[in-house]
């Protein structure tokens, strides 16, 4: 049953890859609104958790106002699909018009030295085309991705993303990720990395959105190994003056500065909770672009855990 099912899932992707490049761009997005609206109103495990997340981020929305927020995440996380489905089509000039991008000037000087940067993202908007547009614009992606079921499947994403002109490293099953990351950064790399949510042992708790919530090390621990500059990125949706589409908006936050003092790991949550800083405002302000269907507040994690407020929380 499980294999059936994966190649189900494989014969989905590879026929909806297929079938939405081919339709007009208006239709296309079209369609996935009605099967976004269509999910939100079924519902199921992901649009609950959705739902919960959302909750938790804007405590001042009543039933239908927390509604709306969750239709309006569904259609912001079908349109990352829909575009993800025609982003081998775009030509770089198709990436330039698509992308606004705001505080990108010392990201941009930095490499332009020949430095290195990494940057820490939270699962908003839409990273393949942020990842794609940055990798024209200005230096090729380095990324981590998490391995998908079925084989075939993940080896879709990878080749599409490597197409793209990314290099992906598999987040399990490959060699030491960290030692592969530090390498590229010691040789001048751009790394982006989702960090919102941890995937591993290792992560560190933070304050986000007036929750506790954990987090992925890796940004902040090769920043201080490497040297490399630390930037949170935050990426949003916005509709066109033109009133017809969107475009995406890259926002390039402050450099997150390695502290003075302190052992590594304190250093590390310090700034790990610098960037979640960052994404808390951007994920307050762009609620419905934070596509997060997964459980990363420890409330959620851990229920049988006496919530701790956090500061901002208890203020």
């Not at 049953?1 to 992707?13: E, G, N, V």
């Not at 393949?128 to 990324?143: H, N, Y």
């Not at 890259?250 to 790990?272: N, Q, Y």
Request: proline share 4%; net charge neutral; aromatic share 8%.
């Amino acid at each position: 049953m499980s294999r059936l099912t994966d190649r189900a899932a494989l014969t989905a992707y590879r026929a909806g890859w297929s079938l939405v490049r081919r339709l007009p761009e208006r239709l296309a997005y079209a369609v996935f609104d009605l099967i976004a609206d269509i999910a939100a109103r079924r519902g199921g495990s992901g649009v609950a958790r959705m739902r919960a997340n959302y909750a938790r981020v804007r405590p001042d929305l009543d039933a239908a106002g927390l509604d709306a927020l969750v239709r309006a995440g569904m259609r912001s996380y079908l349109r990352y699909w829909c575009e993800a489905f025609r982003l081998p089509d775009l030509t770089e000039a198709d990436l330039v018009a698509r992308v606004r991008t705001v505080g990108d000037a010392p990201v941009r000087a930095h490499l332009g030295a020949g430095k290195p940067a990494v940057m820490f993202l939270g699962h908003m908007g839409n990273w393949d085309l942020a990842g794609a547009w940055s990798t024209t614009q200005l230096a090729p992606v380095t990324t981590v991705a998490e391995r998908l079921k079925p084989e075939e499947l993940y080896d879709e994403f990878l080749g599409f993303r490597e197409r793209l002109g990314m290099r992906i490293l598999p987040l399990t099953g490959g060699s030491d990720v960290f030692r592969e990351l530090t390498k590229a950064l010691r040789a001048s790399a751009f790394v982006a990395l989702l960090a919102d949510r941890d995937l591993t042992a290792g992560g560190v708790e933070v304050d986000f959105c007036g929750h506790r919530a954990r987090m992925a090390v890796g940004p902040a621990a090769l920043a201080v190994t490497t040297g490399a500059a630390l930037h949170p990125v935050s990426v949003h949706y916005e509709r066109r003056a033109t009133g017809r589409g969107y475009e995406l908006v890259i926002v390039f936050h402050d450099r997150v500065e390695v502290p003075a003092t302190g052992a590594t790991r304190e250093k590390v949550a310090t700034m790990t909770q610098a960037c979640a800083d960052a994404l808390t405002g951007a994920v307050r302000e762009h609620t419905e672009d934070w596509h997060m269907m997964q459980r990363v507040f420890v409330e959620d994690l851990d229920p049988a855990r006496t919530p701790v407020a956090s500061a901002e929380g208890a203020a």
